[in-house]
């Protein structure tokens, strides 16, 4: 003969039953799931893996070949990572002077260099395309790839050579929603673009806005805690310490930027079900 239960083990397990639905149907719970079928974190190290293979060699170049700053994509990683004056000796050492990326590459050497960034359109394409759920688009699409790499650049560019403000605080916070206006106007785009306008502007609009609000995040968390680490493991590991910083960084954006994806489609499939409820309210 078994044991009877104690009292109230029933009840404990019925509670624990229900507070585990009422997680799974919540917000968090939803994207929790969303992001655990879709593979966010692995995407999320592909992404940074492959921005680091593909497209940083290509915006080395151009850096070096824009004439408005002229300092190289050194210059342009520390600004957008927000790191101490330190931190940015690294960077700068990490990558070399300029003038050097410019000389040394041929047209050959530049055609290999687009042509790599591509793939990393594609795997942002592909990101977007998991997050809603569509087929993998076909190929005669891919010159939407082109055109995001060319959008990409033209936003680093203007990103870059913006001065920035110096003394009032308004200014400062005028700057900071410029380039959060910026940003979400980019990634709106740019969803619209790769995923060949099979999601309608509106419900691409919600992810927009949160990936600019979690990438200024990123940036202020970067400020308190990849700058100190980007000085600490130079001088522990040298070059290699601050390559595992950026590409802790990359992993990062990756995150955001599919997870910011994510997030609006909840947050659009969300406003459509409140809308559907009040054209139809449930009868008793």
């Not at 977007?128 to 082109?146: F, G, I, N, Q, S």
């Not at 968390?221 to 040298?238: D, H, W």
């Amino acid at each position: 003969m078994t044991a009877a239960p104690p009292p109230g083990t029933d009840r404990s397990a019925h509670r624990l039953r229900a507070l585990h639905d009422r997680v799974l149907s919540s917000p968090v719970g939803l994207a929790w799931n969303r992001a655990r079928e879709m593979e966010l974190l692995h995407r999320a190290m592909g992404f940074a893996a492959l921005g680091f293979l593909t497209l940083v060699p290509l915006l080395v170049v151009v850096a070096a070949a824009d004439p408005a700053s002229g300092q190289g994509f050194a210059r342009w990683l520390a600004q957008a990572l927000g790191v101490s004056a330190a931190s940015q000796d690294e960077v700068e050492q990490l990558f070399g002077t300029p003038g050097t990326a410019l000389q040394r590459t041929t047209a050959f050497g530049l055609a290999a260099l687009a042509a790599f960034g591509l793939t990393f359109g594609s795997a942002v394409q592909t990101g977007y395309e998991k997050v809603w759920d569509l087929p993998t688009a076909r190929w005669h699409t891919m010159w939407r790839h082109v055109v995001f790499l060319a959008l990409l650049v033209f936003a680093l560019l203007l990103f870059v050579n913006t001065p920035s403000p110096s003394g009032a605080v308004a200014a400062g916070l005028g700057a900071a929603v410029a380039d959060l206006i910026g940003t979400c106007l980019f990634f709106w785009v740019a969803q619209r673009l790769l995923l060949g306008g099979r999601v309608r502007w509106r419900a691409l609009f919600p992810g927009a806005v949160v990936t600019a609000l979690c990438m200024l995040g990123l940036r202020i968390f970067s400020q308190f805690v990849f700058s100190p680490l980007i000085a600490s493991n130079a001088v522990t590991y040298g070059p290699f310490g601050t390559v595992l910083v950026l590409q802790s960084w990359l992993v990062g954006v990756g995150v955001v930027v599919y997870g910011g994806g994510l997030v609006g489609r909840l947050v659009h499939e969300a406003r459509l079900h409140r809308r559907l409820e009040r054209a139809y309210p449930p009868h008793d």
